[in-house]
């Protein structure tokens, strides 16, 4: 369950086993913690799980609890299954121990019930019981496979397989590839996965802090967005908790206090207001329950720092359950009537639902004194699959039938995965990860995939649609629908229009592209400029390493051919350093050259120049701006090429979402490279997004791609690329 959630509607999950989530921290009081059953004590678990296997007839002790919980959400659930793995896990990890000092046992049950608690089915939970065997014990899959079927055989190697590559920093590419594949195969892979990282940030506190901090950031870059992409808020926004509590000890230390003193509260206004959402639908003859649903640390975090001083009502939100989904709209027109609307908090993701399967309406009720109450409407349906995302699904690979009531039973495998429920940001993940060029590209490519939180639709001319992250163009669309044959794209149409590639699309819009004839059309270098998503930019990027521009294979031959005779002129005194920078040759021989401020031209870029007054030359890369406007103009080109290459001044704009110390993170990054800061600018963030520009000093050009890669790979920055200032006429 949630760490967010209080008084679950309908039956529905407990506190998972060993749980201590932050609205349960000592210290926190009663009236911010969830009604749910007393928490389950692992050495109880521990002495029932040393006891041995229970006879044969019923079932061991220490899974009574899980068989509880999945009985609550699957009441035909045959049990044996989960007997029998359970007496194979416990005979095989009898003796071992964890750090905490628990029979090692205690974690598969505890993984298996926070899944049982979250609506999973019985193969899952067969796998997860037995999800370490294969790695930490003798026995097989083989073994597994004859007692348990290829379904779970099939689940147990795909968690082992993550399991056998360390979370170490070369390694971290390699692992996170392997659980993209294994997510892609068969979502219940990852759902073991996520069950069995959260318990084991649970019982982190006996590593060494240094340990803690790997493991949270791994868990903070890359897990926790996944668990978000797969809805399973439940999981989600209790990583999130222990992650902020072990990365941000003094903010979690401030916001513990803030929960603390708010529940220390005589008056309670989140409370009023839901006793008079309570009337309101009742008058109105809606069956519904109201219920308050505190925030977890996280989100007060993020509240407290956007919205300043908390009020009474920041701390939690109204959640509204109803039968059916009509009686959603009903309630929502009943809120508006009879309370006032703040009409800008209004969301309708019941009509248009999130990629990660969420559905509800949202909206917000103000009352006399200015207190704002935040109301999330949603059925019981829906409020199950927004807390356990694609563990609601059951088995998504068959339909339940009279012989398997809770779809967990075993059925004819081939080995192979059809998924009909895979969403477009997971297959849109599989599909690029194939094409990375290089561990480095994968590891910050995934990185910037999962921080794209929305997802639009377009539809296609045939009738089909595509699923692509908010703020892609029709170059995404086209490699999206046609992968690397889209080099051939000529152009596009959007709503019946011509428009250029570039286009940016929106949620809606339909979309037929044009392609060309000729077998070998190329595409355009530009085109990375207007790419948003990661397939699109490795088909790109790889074509570009295959054809390079006419400039570089002209400087491939010319150093075949040794070394030309022109003499090198560097810059103008002005821009020289300590160390002899980056120089340019320019036709005639002698010509004063200065470097372009308005691209920062640095080999091997290609590059032009313009006569400008006093006999200098100015150097531009060939796609400036300002290049292109002399050439229009009519200024003549003056040939230049590059001479030594040693130091030089280059510009890098980093684009990130905001955070706290990504300022310090990006400098220390910079630093780490061996490059010098002359200066940087931060412009004010825009929709929780920031623009960092740096004028960086070089030690040599070829440090560049480096730079450039290191940066990227700072937590937050989602793209680094050379700056295009606007050029004068002066140049």
Same mark, same amino acid.
Request: glycine share 8%; proline share 8%.
């Given at each position: 369950?949630?760490?967010?959630?209080?008084?679950?509607?309908?039956?529905?999950?407990?506190?998972?086993?060993?749980?201590?989530?932050?609205?349960?921290?000592?210290?926190?009081?009663?009236?911010?913690?969830?009604?749910?059953?007393?928490?389950?004590?692992?050495?109880?678990?521990?002495?029932?799980?040393?006891?041995?296997?229970?006879?044969?007839?019923?079932?061991?002790?220490?899974?009574?609890?899980?068989?509880?919980?999945?009985?609550?959400?699957?009441?035909?659930?045959?049990?044996?299954?989960?007997?029998?793995?359970?007496?194979?896990?416990?005979?095989?990890?009898?003796?071992?121990?964890?750090?905490?000092?628990?029979?090692?046992?205690?974690?598969?049950?505890?993984?298996?019930?926070?899944? !049982?608690?979250?609506?999973?089915?019985?193969?899952?939970?067969?796998?997860?019981?037995?999800?370490?065997?294969?790695?930490?014990?003798?026995?097989?899959?083989?073994?597994?496979?004859?007692?348990?079927?290829?379904?779970?055989?099939?689940?147990?190697?795909?968690?082992?397989?993550?399991?056998?590559?360390?979370?170490?920093?070369?390694?971290?590419?390699?692992?996170?590839?392997?659980?993209?594949?294994?997510?892609?195969?068969?979502?219940?892979?990852?759902?073991?996965?996520?069950?069995?990282?959260?318990?084991? %940030?649970?019982?982190?506190?006996? %590593?060494?802090?240094?340990?803690? !901090?790997?493991? $949270?950031?791994?868990?903070?870059?890359?897990?926790?967005?996944?668990?978000?992409?797969?809805?399973? #808020?439940?999981?989600?926004?209790?990583?999130?908790?222990?992650?902020?509590?072990?990365?941000?000890?003094?903010?979690?230390?401030?916001?513990?206090?803030?929960?603390?003193?708010?529940?220390?509260?005589?008056?309670?206004?989140?409370?009023?207001?839901?006793?008079?959402?309570?009337?309101?639908?009742?008058?109105?003859?809606?069956?519904?329950?109201?219920?308050?649903?505190?925030? &977890?640390?996280?989100?007060? &975090?993020?509240?407290?720092?956007?919205?300043?001083?908390?009020?009474?009502?920041?701390?939690?939100?109204?959640?509204?359950?109803?039968?059916?989904?009509?009686?959603?709209?009903?309630?929502?027109?009943?809120?508006?009537?009879?309370?006032?609307?703040?009409?800008?908090?209004?969301?309708?993701?019941?009509?248009?639902?999130?990629?990660?399967?969420?559905?509800?309406?949202?909206? !917000?009720?103000?009352?006399?004194?200015?207190?704002?109450?935040?109301?999330?409407?949603?059925?019981?349906?829906?409020?199950?699959?927004?807390?356990?995302?694609?563990?609601?699904?059951?088995?998504?690979?068959?339909?339940?039938?009279?012989?398997?009531?809770?779809?967990?039973?075993?059925?004819?495998?081939?080995?192979?995965?059809?998924?009909?429920?895979?969403?477009?940001?997971?297959?849109?993940?599989?599909?690029?990860? #194939?094409? $990375?060029?290089?561990?480095?590209?994968?590891?910050?490519?995934?990185?910037?995939?999962?921080?794209?939180?929305?997802?639009?639709?377009?539809?296609?001319?045939?009738?089909?649609?595509?699923?692509?992250?908010?703020?892609?163009?029709?170059?995404?669309?086209?490699?999206?629908?046609?992968?690397?044959?889209?080099?051939?794209?000529?152009?596009?149409?959007?709503?019946?229009?011509?428009?250029?590639?570039?286009?940016?699309?929106?949620?809606?819009?339909?979309?037929?592209?044009? %392609?060309?004839?000729?077998?070998?059309?190329?595409?355009?270098?530009?085109?990375?400029?207007?790419?948003?998503?990661?397939?699109?930019?490795?088909?790109?990027?790889?074509?570009?390493?295959?054809?390079?521009?006419?400039?570089?294979?002209?400087?491939?031959?010319?150093?075949?051919?040794?070394?030309?005779?022109?003499?090198?002129?560097?810059?103008?005194?002005?821009?020289? #350093?300590?160390?002899?920078?980056?120089? $340019?040759?320019?036709?005639?021989?002698?010509?004063?050259?200065?470097? $372009?401020?308005?691209?920062?031209?640095?080999?091997?870029?290609?590059?032009?120049?313009?006569?400008?007054?006093?006999?200098?030359?100015?150097? &531009?890369?060939?796609?400036?701006?300002?290049?292109?406007?002399?050439?229009?103009?009519?200024?003549?080109?003056?040939?230049?090429?590059?001479?030594?290459?040693?130091?030089?001044?280059?510009?890098?704009?980093?684009?990130?979402?905001?955070?706290? &110390?990504?300022?310090?993170?990006?400098?220390?990054?910079?630093?780490?490279?061996?490059?010098?800061?002359?200066?940087?600018?931060?412009?004010?963030?825009?929709?929780?997004?920031?623009?960092?520009?740096?004028?960086?000093?070089?030690?040599?050009?070829?440090?560049?791609?480096?730079?450039?890669?290191?940066?990227?790979?700072?937590?937050?920055?989602?793209?680094?690329?050379?700056?295009?200032?606007?050029?004068?006429?002066?140049?």
């Amino acid at each position: 369950m949630s760490a967010e959630a209080t008084n679950p509607a309908k039956p529905g999950p407990a506190t998972p086993a060993d749980r201590r989530p932050a609205s349960l921290e000592p210290g926190v009081p009663p009236a911010h913690r969830k009604k749910a059953r007393a928490r389950i004590d692992l050495r109880r678990l521990g002495r029932a799980a040393l006891l041995g296997p229970a006879a044969r007839d019923r079932l061991p002790d220490a899974i009574g609890h899980v068989a509880e919980a999945h009985r609550a959400h699957h009441p035909d659930a045959k049990l044996e299954p989960l007997r029998r793995a359970y007496v194979l896990a416990e005979s095989s990890h009898r003796g071992q121990m964890r750090k905490s000092g628990e029979p090692y046992i205690t974690h598969p049950l505890a993984v298996t019930l926070i899944l !049982a608690e979250l609506g999973a089915e019985t193969t899952t939970l067969t796998a997860s019981l037995l999800h370490d065997t294969v790695e930490d014990t003798e026995v097989t899959l083989d073994q597994v496979r004859e007692e348990f079927g290829d379904e779970v055989c099939y689940l147990v190697d795909g968690v082992t397989k993550l399991e056998k590559v360390d979370y170490g920093a070369a390694a971290e590419p390699e692992t996170f590839r392997k659980m993209l594949v294994a997510t892609g195969n068969d979502v219940r892979v990852m759902s073991i996965k996520l069950a069995d990282r959260l318990h084991n %940030m649970r019982t982190l506190g006996v %590593m060494r802090p240094e340990k803690q !901090a790997r493991i $949270a950031k791994v868990t903070r870059d890359v897990l926790i967005p996944l668990a978000e992409r797969l809805g399973v #808020q439940a999981l989600k926004t209790e990583l999130e908790d222990l992650v902020f509590a072990i990365l941000h000890p003094e903010e979690y230390e401030h916001t513990r206090e803030l929960i603390v003193e708010n529940a220390s509260r005589s008056d309670d206004p989140l409370a009023e207001i839901a006793e008079e959402v309570r009337v309101v639908l009742r008058d109105a003859g809606i069956q519904a329950e109201v219920l308050i649903r505190p925030r &977890h640390f996280v989100s007060v &975090h993020r509240v407290s720092r956007k919205r300043g001083p908390m009020r009474g009502a920041d701390f939690g939100r109204l959640l509204v359950l109803v039968n059916e989904d009509a009686d959603c709209y009903g309630v929502l027109g009943e809120l508006h009537t009879c309370l006032t609307p703040v009409v800008s908090e209004f969301k309708d993701f019941i009509a248009v639902p999130k990629f990660n399967l969420y559905q509800s309406l949202h909206t !917000a009720v103000t009352r006399g004194d200015g207190q704002v109450a935040e109301v999330l409407i949603r059925t019981h349906q829906m409020h199950k699959a927004a807390e356990a995302g694609v563990i609601a699904l059951g088995n998504p690979y068959v339909p339940p039938s009279e012989e398997q009531p809770d779809g967990g039973g075993e059925r004819p495998f081939d080995g192979e995965r059809a998924d009909p429920t895979r969403p477009g940001w997971l297959s849109r993940l599989l599909d690029w990860q #194939q094409g $990375a060029p290089d561990p480095d590209t994968f590891w910050s490519t995934l990185r910037e995939d999962l921080a794209q939180d929305r997802e639009i639709t377009v539809f296609r001319a045939d009738g089909g649609s595509l699923g692509l992250p908010e703020g892609a163009s029709c170059v995404d669309a086209a490699y999206a629908q046609y992968g690397e044959d889209a080099h051939a794209c000529i152009g596009a149409r959007v709503n019946g229009r011509l428009a250029t590639l570039s286009t940016v699309l929106k949620d809606g819009d339909t979309v037929q592209l044009l %392609m060309g004839q000729d077998p070998a059309s190329e595409p355009s270098r530009e085109w990375l400029e207007h790419a948003h998503t990661a397939a699109a930019r490795i088909a790109i990027q790889r074509w570009m390493a295959t054809h390079p521009a006419p400039g570089e294979e002209e400087a491939a031959r010319a150093s075949a051919a040794g070394p030309r005779p022109p003499v090198a002129v560097p810059p103008r005194p002005a821009e020289t #350093q300590t160390a002899r920078p980056a120089s $340019a040759v320019a036709d005639p021989p002698g010509a004063s050259v200065r470097m $372009a401020g308005c691209c920062t031209p640095v080999p091997p870029d290609e590059v032009t120049g313009f006569a400008v007054r006093g006999g200098v030359v100015t150097v &531009h890369r060939v796609e400036c701006a300002g290049a292109a406007r002399m050439k229009s103009a009519g200024r003549p080109e003056v040939g230049v090429r590059w001479g030594d290459t040693t130091e030089c001044r280059v510009t890098l704009v980093a684009e990130s979402f905001g955070r706290p &110390h990504l300022l310090a993170d990006l400098t220390e990054a910079i630093a780490g490279e061996g490059v010098a800061v002359v200066s940087a600018t931060v412009e004010p963030p825009s929709q929780q997004r920031v623009r960092h520009t740096y004028t960086l000093q070089l030690p040599d050009a070829a440090h560049l791609p480096g730079l450039m890669r290191a940066m990227r790979n700072v937590p937050g920055v989602y793209d680094v690329s050379r700056a295009q200032h606007p050029a004068t006429a002066a140049q």
